[in-house]
């Protein structure tokens, strides 16, 4: 089993900085083809904001391009947040995907994850 724990969600002014980070660990973990970090607010679906895959290649959410950057190492998937306005306001996920099967599907689609973490609250205030 595999466990996705999120930490670093704060309350912060828009314009400012916050940085997630997500430990990813577990006795059967072998490592992900795709790690990604989702958003969603109430009443919203799950939004894919980053992603990471096993090349070190990464792919962004148009909204969030040239102001957050994901990276991962030694198992902590972490994301820079920057210049962040009241529309990132959102619980934010960790996700990854270890089953190869998870590459048919495009990388913002949450059914394409196999473990998720609890997820961290991130609230800019205007």
């Known amino acids: 089993q595999v466990q996705l724990v999120e930490s670093g969600g704060d309350s912060v002014q828009a314009g400012g900085s916050l940085t997630l980070s997500c430990e990813i660990s577990g006795d059967g973990y072998t490592g992900y083809y795709r790690a990604a970090w989702f958003r969603q607010v109430p009443g919203k679906e799950r939004e894919g904001v980053a992603m990471i895959d096993n090349y070190a290649k990464e792919y962004y959410a148009d909204s969030v391009k040239g102001r957050f950057t994901v990276s991962e190492v030694r198992n902590r998937l972490s994301l820079q947040m920057n210049a962040l306005k009241p529309e990132d306001s959102a619980v934010y996920y960790c996700?990854?995907?270890?089953?190869?099967?998870?590459?048919?599907?495009?990388?913002?689609?949450?059914?394409?994850?196999?473990?998720w973490g609890q997820g961290t609250q991130v609230t800019v205030s205007s």
């Open positions: 996700a990854c995907a270890t089953k190869r099967a998870a590459l048919s599907r495009s990388w913002s689609e949450p059914n394409s994850y196999h473990f």
